[in-house]
């Protein structure tokens, strides 16, 4: 069997899970037309790591067909029974932009009592670029999650939404240095007289790399 399309066929429908997984990893040197045509069945595998790897794959395949996608991964974001799986599901989600899905990330968030699944919603959602995002993600820093409230910080900072900047202060001074250092990348998008006031402050931070990463962002 020389040709190698011919190979990676025979591997995405070999019985063993193994080699789908391998056949999956082949698939990012195929036309991604064609790609994106041979992954669709294992999305829905019964194999929780070949849906993972599947569904990761069409935060990059999806856009040869947005809406086919759109409708996988809402699928996957609900009915799936592995929370790593509704993970990459929001994930790509957020990757291909798809921001009429923001309600279902809503949605799936409030649901879900998986912080796996939350954090993938709340850290996709700068990326998603849905001004709506912000009001989840308000809620998200109130988060008891440590890793929620940094994914919220970081997303707040990527959707550019200037209310955020008061939302951020209290968080300069907590103990904890690398949500010191989420706020501080933050305010730095953000921008503004008062993120850089609180970044001149940090960059006394007794912590070198935050006070580093705020003499990065003062203007």
Known sequence: MNNPLDSTIVLLNSLNFSDRIKGLNQLRTVEKAEAFRLILPLVKDMNTRVRYA???????LGTENLELSLELLRDRLFNDSEPDVQAAAADAIGGLKLTEAYDDLAKAYHQTSEWLVQFSIIATLGELGEPKGFE???????SEVNLLQTAAIGSLGE????RAVDLLIPFAQNEDWQIRYRVVQALGRLGGEIAQSTLRQLVDDEVAHVAQEAKNNLN
Do not use: K, T
């Open 159 to 162: 959707l550019g939404d200037q």
């Open 136 to 142: 989840l993600l308000a809620e998200a820093l109130s």
């Open 54 to 60: 599947a569904v990761s794959q069409l935060d990059v």
